[in-house]
Every structure is written in structure tokens, then in C-alpha cells.
């Protein structure tokens, strides 16, 4: 990641007001930082505690906790401009405030980032959290996500020379059951969002749902979407922040403009003072929790299970599943979905439980047309579509007592 100027001014700043503090203490040579005395817990695993410490190689003293509000700092510009959502910084700044309390806990008290961000502690942290914890590979994987982006960051600003997450294994998270949200369901979502008594929110909600279904967009791009996003009379689609700040253009289906020019017509009458597509009144637009709470509630409306899986990402998932079937390349449902790796679209096309269970359907025979077919071709019948059949070339003939088969060995 690079940072903008402010960050990197303020990561400067505080680098020179700590090398003026403790000019001695300065790493510039290519001995390692000093530590506290505090060695690797012998409890280890095979993904965390195997190989040899390595250092930070920081250029100052510059404290850890100032690292983490200038990392926290460059996530909040990166949200202001599209590129990262607030999820992050929320789970970023979780793990990151952890991490500093569990230093504090061991005897790291208000450590430079020469302490805090080397091998040894990070991986008797990470050891901690399965080992006393309990936590899963995914959990663990989580906050070693967070250190290591927040060591990329300081790489990247040449406030440490490398990343010692490098040397640090991340576990392998366990493989997730793909939630897709089948067409039974999805009907019976508009059916409730149509069954609604003010047509406001009916238009709204049967919007939201075929902008999921006919689209494929992420929650939080649904959310971002603005008026002039949507071309109602070139039947196109701008996507304008999606993930990693991609811009796109997608033509979905007639159905999809059918939807957003009804519930235009009834946010007209609400008198918006916002340029949000969505809204929840004439001054808010719509968030991530507003959408996911109302697709929940629409869920109960409908009578569905709460146990399916008819979350926003399923129902995306639904879309390229449906794309699949109707012929799509898998490149076309990539560019739809607009993935950065094809890998991550052919797990999307993953078979679920419910499509494995319908082989039963297609895999079957009855015995009984068998059995009677069989029954009713008698011999000589059955010796005369032989012959037809080798006179057309679907057997060869078979070798007379006399001779001996000729075999080809080239």
C-alpha cells in the first residue's frame, strides 16, 4: 500500500521527534533491534512456530501504537475515496488494538516497532490464539491479515526495510459451505417485497431485490449506488467504486430498468435532498446493515426458512450460477462478476448440497422397461439387428473358429 502525503508526513514527524528522544537507539546497521527477553513459547504448530526469528529491520523507534494510528489513519482516506470499505478498518483496528494489548500483557509496554513487529512475539501471539484461545485456522488467519497489512504499510513508507510476516506462515483457512440462494426462494423474496402495503417501500424493496438478482453486485456497491449511476434509456449500468476501486460498465437485464424506473417514479414524491439511489427517507440513503436487515426481514415476510442462506453474496452467487446455465462463458461471468482472478469465479461455481442431491434424478433407470425390453427380443430379432448393425459399420465382424483375429500392433 502507499500512503498519501499526510500519513507519511505524520509517520516522519514521529520518527524524528522519537530518533531526537533516543538518538542512540536509531537502527541503522545491519545488527538487529534489541528485544525484551522473551523467548518463543515451545507450544507450536506447524504453520506459526517453525522457522528462525527474524527482525523487523526498522530505520526508528518510531512506537508502535503511532504506526497503528497512522496505518489506521491511511484506511480512513482510502475509504473516503472508494477503495476500501468500513468493515476494514473496523476489523483492522479490532486485531491491531488486540495485538497491542496482548504486549502490554507480556511485558511489551509501549514497544517501538522494532519490538512489536518482529517474528518471535507475533508468532507467540498467533500461538496463543489457537493454542489457549481455541480460535480457528480463520480467526487466526484474520490477524495475521492485519499485522501483515500493517507491515506492508510501513514497508511501503520505508519506515521498516522489510516485512517479517514473510517468515511468519498464515494458517490455511477451512474451506466455507458456498451459501447460494435458489430461485424457489428468491421468487418468494419479491413476493413479499411486492406484497408490502405502501407502495413506497413495495417499489423499493422489489428494486433492491432485482438489482441483486439481475446484477450481481456487492452489497456495498448497491449501497453506493447514485442516480446517475443508472442510463435508463442506453439500458446501462455504471459501476463506479467496486472492489479495489474498479470502474465498470454492465448491461443487465430490461427487467432490472423496469424496476429502477418504477421506484424513480415513487422517490420522486418523497422529495430526496441526496443523490443516493436508495432511500430510507428524504435525508439517508441506505448502509450495509439497512440492507442486510431488510432482506431479513423480507426473508420472514416470505415464510423461508432462516436457515437458507438469502444473504446479499448469495444471491450473487445465484446470479452466476444462473449465468452458467444459461450458456455464459466463464470468462463472461467473470467480467460480470467482475472478478480479478477466474479461480474466485469457478468457486462460485461450485455445486452445492441441493444441486449434488439432484443427481439422484438425473443418474436413475427403471429396471422394470429394462427387464421387459430384454423379455421381449427373441433370438432371431436379436441376431438381425446384429447383422444390420455390422452392416453399418457400428461392430466389426467377428472372426470366423477358423481364423485368427488380425491385430494392428501399429
Not at 295 to 320: C, K, N, V, Y
Amino acid at each position: 500500500m502507499i500512503a498519501g502525503a499526510t500519513v507519511a508526513d505524520s509517520i516522519g514527524a514521529t520518527a524524528k521527534k522519537a530518533q531526537k528522544k533516543l538518538p542512540n537507539e536509531v537502527i541503522n546497521s545491519a545488527s538487529p533491534p534489541r528485544l525484551h527477553a522473551h523467548q518463543p513459547d515451545s507450544v507450536g504448530t506447524a504453520d506459526i512456530s517453525r522457522q528462525e526469528d527474524h527482525t523487523s529491520e526498522t530505520f526508528s523507534t518510531m512506537h508502535y501504537a503511532d504506526a497503528k494510528r497512522a496505518y489506521l489513519l491511511h484506511i480512513r482516506e482510502q475509504i473516503a475515496n472508494g477503495h476500501m470499505r468500513d468493515t476494514t478498518h473496523t476489523t483492522y483496528q479490532s486485531w491491531l488494538n488486540r495485538y497491542e494489548r496482548w504486549l502490554d500483557t507480556n511485558n511489551y509496554p509501549t514497544p517501538s516497532i522494532g519490538d512489536a513487529l518482529v517474528t518471535s512475539p507475533i508468532r507467540r501471539w498467533l500461538t496463543e490464539l489457537r493454542v489457549v484461545h481455541g480460535n480457528s485456522n480463520t480467526t487466526i488467519s484474520a490477524a495475521w491479515g492485519a499485522i501483515n497489512e500493517l507491515c506492508k504499510f510501513l514497508v511501503s513508507d520505508k519506515v521498516m526495510r522489510r516485512n517479517p510476516m514473510d517468515h511468519v506462515d498464515r494458517p490455511r483457512k477451512s474451506k466455507p459451505t458456498q451459501k447460494v440462494a435458489h430461485e424457489d426462494d428468491i421468487e418468494k423474496l419479491l413476493q413479499a417485497a411486492e406484497r408490502q402495503i405502501k407502495p413506497r417501500d413495495a417499489t423499493m424493496s422489489m428494486a433492491l431485490v432485482a438489482t441483486m438478482l439481475y446484477t450481481g453486485l456487492r452489497a456495498f456497491e448497491i449501497v453506493q449506488m447514485r442516480i446517475s449511476d443508472v442510463d435508463l434509456r442506453a439500458h446501462t449500468l455504471q459501476v463506479p467504486n467496486g472492489k479495489g476501486g474498479t470502474s465498470e460498465i454492465m448491461y443487465p437485464a430490461p427487467e432490472f430498468f423496469d424496476s429502477i424506473r418504477a421506484w424513480l417514479s415513487e422517490r420522486d414524491k418523497i422529495g430526496c435532498q441526496h443523490d443516493s439511489l436508495w432511500a430510507q427517507d428524504r435525508r439517508r440513503g441506505i448502509s450495509d446493515d439497512w440492507l442486510r436487515s431488510h432482506i431479513h426481514d423480507l426473508q420472514i415476510r416470505a415464510g423461508i426458512d432462516p436457515e437458507s442462506p438469502l444473504t446479499p453474496h448469495a444471491i450473487r452467487r445465484s446470479f452466476a450460477r444462473r449465468l452458467d446455465r444459461n450458456g455464459a462463458s466463464l470468462l463472461t461471468i467473470q467480467k460480470a462478476l467482475r472478478h480479478a482472478d477466474p479461480r474466485t469465479t469457478h468457486i462460485y461455481l461450485r455445486a452445492d448440497d441441493k444441486d449434488a442431491r439432484a443427481l439422484a434424478s438425473y443418474g436413475g433407470f427403471d429396471r422394470k422397461s429394462i427387464a421387459g425390453g430384454i423379455a421381449a427380443v427373441t433370438p432371431q430379432q436379436e441376431s438381425e439387428s446384429r447383422d444390420a448393425s455390422r452392416q453399418n459399420g457400428l461392430f466389426p465382424p467377428r472372426p470366423r473358429a477358423s481364423q485368427s483375429p488380425q491385430v494392428n500392433w501399429l
